[in-house]
């Protein structure tokens, strides 16, 4: 059965690998060869393409790739009141790399008055007559990379206070989206999934803080993100753990974390990584309430070689045994770039397999 309402039967998490013209323009930005309405103006340009480009891969979601930003979830943590870009000794530990080390430091009391990404996402509502998406990383971002976050203390001695003011402020900003017209809107959470991870777990411990309460705490940020839209408004959590350059930060089935994620957590649907056996089995989707949709992440974006249809069909007759097929969806495991180096596959290798997605997803659902 086809589906009209987000997620759809065939969809995508939201990053795109960016275009030779757009790294180019970002790096003439940088050195201060062009200027910032230059740069715009490609930017613009190549999210207009990439918009055919996934109306004409059959795509009903469209973003704009995630082309103005540099991060998946910096560039948005940096536009909230009182959060600030950090250089930091070292990048994050990725199981073949280290991030760039740019992050976060809490400067000022947390709030929200505005953000560039609510233009970004009337850009792409006004360049397609689709369903334009618009993604966001879920509140954990800013507290859940493995070092510290640097909080000052004298606006911040407790953090019970810093977790309040960080759940109002996505609460305005999710509502501020909404009333912009989004209609659809995922948060892309890595750190529940990344809990599940026991050696994740353990550097947790070592600074200070307690797994145990990282998940209930970050589900209660969720559900208040989403406590004031519109009844019409589907709120997606895009579940990974970690995309650079098409390396990994963790490990472990979500049983760790099933009833944070499926009965804690209220949001409407969720794309959930599934494409190696690093994400554990399907049986935790037993767990997932009826009025809710899987977007099984089984295509994944790490390398270029194309699935098989028929081990994608098989993996979702898998999934099926589970929770009921009409409540299933198809989408990659991730985006094909978090950040904007992006992963190691071509551009060809990626519109095939968003192409697949689609072709899939109508013989599977009709």
């Not at 911040?156 to 810093?162: Q, V």
């Not at 596959?345 to 009709?366: H, N, P, S, T, Y």
Request: glycine share 8%; proline share 4%; net charge neutral.
């Amino acid at each position: 059965m086809k589906r009209t309402k987000p997620p759809f039967r065939a969809d995508h998490v939201g990053s795109l690998l960016r275009p030779a013209a757009l790294k180019k323009a970002r790096e003439q930005r940088v050195k201060g060869e062009i200027d910032a309405a230059a740069l715009k103006a490609v930017e613009d340009c190549e999210i207009e393409r990439v918009i055919g480009k996934q109306e004409d891969a059959g795509l009903q979601s469209i973003t704009d790739g995630e082309f103005r930003r540099s991060w998946w979830h910096l560039d948005f943590l940096w536009g909230l009141d009182g959060v600030e870009k950090h250089v930091m000794d070292t990048g994050v530990a990725f199981a073949a790399v280290t991030t760039r080390n740019e992050g976060v430091k809490v400067t000022g009391k947390v709030g929200f008055s505005g953000h560039p990404m609510i233009e970004h996402f009337k850009f792409v509502a006004a360049h397609t007559k689709r369903t334009p998406k618009i993604t966001i990383p879920a509140p954990s971002a800013i507290y859940g990379r493995p070092m510290r976050l640097p909080i000052d203390q004298k606006i911040y001695p407790k953090l019970d206070a810093f977790f309040d003011d960080l759940g109002q402020a996505y609460k305005k900003s999710v509502r501020a989206f909404a009333d912009a017209g989004c209609r659809y809107l995922q948060l892309d959470e890595v750190f529940i999934a990344m809990l599940c991870d026991e050696k994740y777990r353990a550097q947790m411990k070592a600074r200070g803080d307690d797994p145990e309460m990282l998940g209930p705490l970050y589900g209660d940020l969720i559900n208040t993100a989403m406590s004031d839209i519109p009844s019409d408004m589907t709120i997606t959590m895009h579940l990974c753990r970690g995309n650079y350059k098409s390396t990994f930060m963790g490990s472990g089935g979500y049983e760790a974390e099933q009833e944070i994620l499926f009965n804690r957590i209220k949001v409407h649907g969720y794309f959930m990584e599934y494409d190696s056996d690093r994400a554990g089995g399907f049986e935790p989707l037993k767990l997932v309430p009826k009025d809710r949709q899987v977007v099984l992440g089984l295509v994944t974006t790490k390398t270029g070689r194309l699935e098989s249809k028929d081990d994608l069909k098989r993996r979702i007759e898998e999934a099926a045994k589970y929770i009921s097929l009409n409540q299933l969806c198809l989408s990659p495991q991730c985006g094909f770039a978090s950040t904007e180096e992006g992963n190691t596959l071509a551009e060809d290798e990626q519109w095939a397999k968003l192409r697949m997605i689609v072709e899939v997803a109508k013989e599977v659902w009709g």
